[in-house]
């Protein structure tokens, strides 16, 4: 039986999201993962922060209900800039809730965890990292936009770590 996984990049301007399926033991077998879907959610520059966050919450129950995953992968929050990151953080508060609503269970990554398990380097460039997720799951592109591409490295390091 397959097992659904929906990765998420967490974002407040644009929500990365990638939903593969994985079949068999990903020990021996990295390529039993394929894309089911992917892409992003895109909230308005403009608009204000709840109306924002109402979009996220809408369009992440919309996905959870389009996927019935097994399974949530999400990447960690990551501190770079603190205005862009409270922004952030109001954002996974979002998805956290969404989650749970649908009581999903969940695994978060950090970005080196996520880097080690697709690349075997934790300091993988975010190159490395998309050409590892286009091998593994058989594409003959890399994802894009970079977003939905970072969710697909999520749930497939949550594949990986079953």
């Known amino acids: 039986m397959a097992q659904r996984i929906l990765g998420l990049d967490p974002g407040l301007a644009i929500l990365g999201f ?27 520059a403009k608009a204000p922060v709840g ?3 109402r979009i996220l919450y809408d369009d992440l129950h919309s ?11 999400l990447e960690k929050l990551f501190f ?15 998805v956290l809730l969404v989650l749970a609503q649908h009581n999903l269970p969940l695994v978060e990554f950090t970005p080196a965890q996520i880097k080690q398990a697709l690349t ?32 697909l490295a999520v749930a497939l390091t949550a594949w990986f770590q079953r």
Do not use: W
């Open 51 to 53: 109306d924002r966050l």
């Open 18 to 44: 990638g939903a593969i399926a994985g079949v068999g033991d990903a020990a021996e077998n990295a390529a039993g993962a394929c894309v089911i879907d992917f892409g992003v959610v895109e909230t308005p």
């Open 80 to 94: 770079y800039r603190m205005g862009n990151t409270i922004l952030v953080a109001q954002a996974r508060g979002v």
């Open 120 to 151: 075997g380097y934790g300091n993988a460039d975010k190159g490395m990292v998309q050409d590892a997720v286009a091998h593994e799951l058989n594409l003959s592109v890399i994802p894009k936009p970079d977003d939905a591409a970072d969710a």
């Open 63 to 73: 996905l959870v209900q389009q996927f019935q995953p097994d399974l949530v992968a």
